[in-house]
DNA sequence: TATATACGATACGCTGGAGTTCCGGATATC
DNA sequence: GATATCCGGAACTCCAGCGTATCGTATATA
């Protein structure tokens, strides 16, 4: 492993991630190859593993140099955080929510092939990491910023429309309840090695939230 | 990493693990030193993760020499998978269940100091074993056998009985259900980073399962 | 066209850990 | 007590992969 460089706070890598560490930075420099490395590690991350990735593999997904890659990032640890820290920025606004007017349709709408296949990727890179979390616990906040935290909030929001609008009880515990899908997945694809589907998602939403909240369960 | 050797099915380890693999073996043989190394290197695996584990280490742990681990596991893979699927022979026998009369006495009588921290062990174990699943399936399914299994079928079976005795709905997903608990103990230990403690898996009852059934909410 | 810089590619040194081998000592059988 | 075998300990070999250094090339400035 060998994580013994400095890792800077996840907030720090938000705006430009990767800087010249080397210090002296001539003139120019090709700054659109940076998205391309970090989604190739991801990649890479993703397929193999962290002990399983190498540096190389990265360069040659992304068609770089080696020396590129440790020209930006001091070592193969921050190129990994970076990367997982920079998926956040791909997430959808939060603001383009469905809204159909019941829960359960709301709920439902989330579950598209697109988003299935989407979270799959992403939970993929999460086994990569949780090799390296203990070493790098803020890797952990990193993960879960950038992959737990997007699905929980879409429910809690749906559940406080669903609070508002007066379809379900103000005291459900929305907060635990959001982390359930999310929990869920994990376990499912971490440990089970069970592809995700829509019959899955659905007996979550009919078997464990909507009963939960008080609907469909005379 | 290097998993090349072939690997023995789960159900293969269970009478007897640890079989002299260079076969031509003497006479004697010290047999109460594969429990004490298998322990040695689950402690080893929960307090570094797999990649930080080296076998030194669990030599060092274990008073023991590597020869004497390379003379009975022949890699490092191996070893673990052995370790994992011999965890299981320590549980407790199902029959020993609570039985409050109530289904929330009987989900809150799981929740023990004593298995609060059983359970964090466990979970950290799982960790570890995460960063290698990818290349050796099976260790999943053992790891799945050993940790999320037991109490996923505890879960189960008080809620069989719940059902039995009239007190929740037939037709609750029960399967579904009993997996919240371990999943989310899992998802908080792994992602979150943060310990198990009994107010949690009190929100986890009175939050989820409870409502979930249909119980402690108008 | 001349200069400077970053790039991709490649070769190299170095290190840590897997797995092997060897040895002295302990233990049990006869 | 002699023999045989396993044990703990340690030194050893081997190798994959990290990180560095070098080289030819592409591109942009002047």
Known sequence: MNVT???A????????VATDHHAKLGRKRDFTRDPEILE??????AETGYDGMTIDMVAKRAKAGKATIYRRWPSKAELIIDAVACMRKNNLPAAELPDTGTLRGDLVALIKPHSIEEGDRKFQIMAGVLAMISQAPELAEAANVAIIQPRA???VLLMQRAIDRGEISADCDIQTLALVTPAMIAHRILILRKPINREFLLSLV????????GLARP
Chains 1, 2 share one sequence.
């Open 5 to 7: 460089a400095t890792i």
């Open 9 to 16: 706070t996840v907030d720090a890598l938000d705006p430009i």
């Open 40 to 45: 190739a590690a991801l990649d890479v991350l």
């Open 153 to 155: 909030h879409a429910n």
């Open 206 to 213: 009919d078997g464990v939230l909507l009963p939960a909240v």
